[in-house]
């Protein structure tokens, strides 16, 4: 499966920003969907996903209450619908696909990690001034 990231932009604190990830070549709906950030010189940390088997949504804790992830499977498309920007919600935001099931359990304890995903899309940035 092909990823496409869109959507980035430079937006004031208390912004909101809508990013879309269309998948090509495959079925989204077989595959869990997550969303990655990575700021200059951290590492890159997961900060949401929707699994494929029930559509169960995971959010890291700083994001929770701000960002809402959703699906529209007639589009192949997985959106990450971000409000109350903060300056440290910037950074380029990726998505990744797995064909693999997540429970709480697992996307805390390995799927927010990246070794744990398959495919990738390329980034979008993210820029958000105080």
């Known amino acids: 499966v092909q990823l496409q990231a869109s959507g980035g932009g430079s937006v004031h604190a208390g912004g909101s920003l809508r990013l879309s990830c269309v998948a090509s070549g495959r079925n989204l709906e077989y595959y869990s969907i997550a969303w990655f950030r990575q700021a200059p010189g951290k590492e890159r940390e997961g900060v949401s996903c929707i699994s494929n088997h029930d559509r169960s949504t995971y959010y890291t804790d700083s994001v929770k209450g701000r960002f809402t992830v959703s699906s529209d499977y007639a589009k192949n498309t997985v959106y990450l619908q971000m409000t109350s920007l903060k300056p440290e919600d910037t950074g380029v935001y990726y998505c990744?696909?797995?064909?693999?099931?997540?429970?709480?359990?697992?996307?805390?304890?390995?799927?927010?990690?990246?070794?744990?995903?398959?495919?990738w899309g390329q980034g979008t940035q993210v820029t958000v001034s105080s």
């Open positions: 990744a696909a797995a064909r693999r099931e997540i429970s709480s359990n697992s996307w805390y304890h390995k799927a927010s990690r990246p070794d744990w995903w398959n495919y």
